[in-house]
Each structure stands twice: as structure tokens, then as C-alpha cells.
């Protein structure tokens, strides 16, 4: 079983940065697709984009395209969501999950593990 942690989350202004980065423990990282999602207040949780157990591949939600890129490190079991030029709209609670078995990556109910997420707060 997989635990995940995700950390680097925080207030930060119009037009700047933040990475984010989920901690894997328990279990063998490298086996994982890994996807990162978002939930707003009142929203259901969104897809935000994800990338393959060798980091082959990566896809992303228009919503983030460009702005938004991940990367993972299979040695240190991390997976990280380097995040641009953030918008208000991008505030929200970021989720990390790990899904084995290869398939669809972008819904929440084909995940099987969660980390208990990181706020996000783009704000001036």
C-alpha cells in the first residue's frame, strides 16, 4: 500500500509560482501512473494533468496546458507539479494519486491511492 504526502502548497500572488511536490512511501514508486487533481470550494475534484510510471508520458487539462508541468523523480519515490503563472481560478486544495494498473488517468474514481492534499492560494 502506497502512502502519499504532498507539501509545497501556500499564498501566492497573480503571475507566480509555486511546486508542489508528493512524497510516496510503503510501496514500490516506480510501479505508479501518478495524477495530480484539484478541488475548489463548492467544485467537484478536476483533473489537472498526470504522468506515466517511466515518465514517458505526460498530459494535462487545458486549463493548465503550458502553465502547469510535472515531473517525478523515481529514485527519491517524489512526484512534483512545478506551477506558472497562476491565475485566482487555480486556488484550490492540490491532490497527488498513484493508480497501478495503466488505463485511464484522469478520473478520480480510477485512482487508488490519495494523499490528503496541499491548499493553494492564488491571491493578491
Known amino acids: 500500500q502506497v502512502q502519499l504526502a504532498e507539501s509545497g502548497g501556500g499564498l501566492v500572488q497573480p503571475g507566480g509560482s509555486l511546486r508542489l511536490s508528493c512524497q510516496a512511501s510503503?510501496?514500490?514508486?516506480?510501479?505508479?501512473?501518478m495524477t495530480w487533481f484539484r478541488q475548489a470550494p463548492e467544485k467537484e475534484r478536476e483533473f489537472v494533468g498526470y504522468?506515466?510510471?517511466?515518465?514517458?508520458?505526460?498530459y494535462y487539462a487545458d486549463s493548465v496546458k503550458g502553465r502547469f508541468t510535472i515531473s517525478r523523480d523515481n529514485d527519491k519515490d517524489v512526484v512534483y507539479l512545478q506551477m506558472n503563472s497562476l491565475k485566482p481560478e487555480d486556488t484550490a486544495v492540490y491532490f497527488c494519486?498513484?493508480?497501478?494498473?495503466?488505463?485511464?488517468?484522469?478520473?478520480?474514481?480510477?485512482?487508488?491511492?490519495w494523499g490528503q492534499g496541499t491548499q493553494v492560494t492564488v491571491s493578491s
Open positions: 510503503g510501496g514500490t514508486f516506480a510501479q505508479y501512473h
Open positions: 494519486a498513484a493508480k497501478f494498473y495503466s488505463g485511464t488517468l484522469s478520473r478520480a474514481d480510477a485512482m487508488d491511492y
Open positions: 504522468i506515466t510510471r517511466n515518465s514517458a508520458s505526460t
